[in-house]
């Protein structure tokens, strides 16, 4: 983990999205408050997780060759992460995957294109329900 300026340990967020610009916003917004991972597929996601233990996931739903919801199965079925809170990102209002989703147990949903200010709120909503 990272310190902050005032010696505190930043939270560490996996961010996961195949879009390049996507990625780049996340950290943007949200690298002075938190620790920021980007990958960009759902593989390079698990094969990260198999070494490290982020706070929070943050996981875009339309990806290739792995979409996020099966990217969120392997993650709740591995050992010492499947209690990693997820937050899904996504540009699509698909009830089917948000039912998918839920099932799966994330703890939000955002539409994108998400303003950083909702994206934040989001998070902090998660470390401090």
């Known amino acids: 983990m990272s310190q902050t300026r005032g010696g505190n340990y930043k939270k560490r967020i996996l961010a996961v999205d195949d879009t390049a610009i996507v990625l780049t916003r996340i950290s943007n917004t949200l690298r002075d408050d938190y620790d920021v991972i980007t990958v960009n597929s ?6 990260y997780l198999e070494m490290e233990k982020p706070e929070l996931i943050l996981l875009d739903i339309k990806m290739a060759p792995m979409d ?9 079925a591995m050992e ?10 996504t540009g699509v209002e698909d009830k089917d995957v948000v039912m998918a ?9 955002i539409l994108k294109p998400f ?10 909503q998660v470390f401090n329900p």
Not at 68 to 76: D, K, V
Not at 115 to 124: A, D
Request: some cysteine.
């Open 80 to 89: 010492n992460r499947a209690d990693i809170p997820v937050i899904m990102l």
């Open 42 to 47: 759902g593989v390079r996601a698990l094969k």
């Open 115 to 124: 303003q950083s200010e909702e994206l934040l709120k989001r998070i902090h």
């Open 101 to 109: 989703s839920a099932k799966l147990g994330v703890c939000d949903y």
């Open 68 to 76: 996020g919801i099966e990217t969120l199965r392997q993650i709740r």
